[in-house]
Nanobody, 123 residues
């Protein structure tokens, strides 16, 4: 049984920073998605285990950084310069496949999902 354990989110002010972590029970390529109220779950960032290459959604590129610690099977999402539109439940996802980078933005590429953690940005 694959487990993904996400760190707690939080409430931050506009322009603030927050780091999320996701600990997996094994070695996987990992990603973060988010879902705001009334909206579809959307891709945020992904990191491929085989080579550490990363891929970002356009609206977070330059503000968010995904990284990993392979020894701990843990992925991180450093979020800087947060804006109200970043408010959402953030989900960690994992796959054992090394997909083409651009396809890692697709939800169906992932077999395992975390429970979600709330991030709220106040103005």
């Amino acid at each position: 049984q694959v487990q993904l354990v996400e760190s707690a989110g939080g409430l931050v002010q506009v322009g603030g920073s927050l780091r999320l972590s996701c600990a997996a029970s094994g070695p996987y390529s990992m990603a973060w998605f988010r879902q705001a109220p009334g909206k579809e779950r959307e891709f945020v960032a992904a990191i491929r285990r085989a080579d550490g290459h990363t891929y970002y959604a356009g609206d977070v590129k330059g503000r968010f950084t995904i990284s990993r610690d392979n020894a701990k099977n843990t992925a991180y999402l450093q979020m800087n310069n947060l804006a109200p539109e970043d408010t959402a439940v953030y989900y960690c996802a994992a796959t054992s496949r090394n997909w083409n980078l651009s396809s890692m933005s697709q939800r169906q590429r992932y077999d395992y999902w975390g429970q979600g953690t709330q991030v709220a940005v106040s103005s």
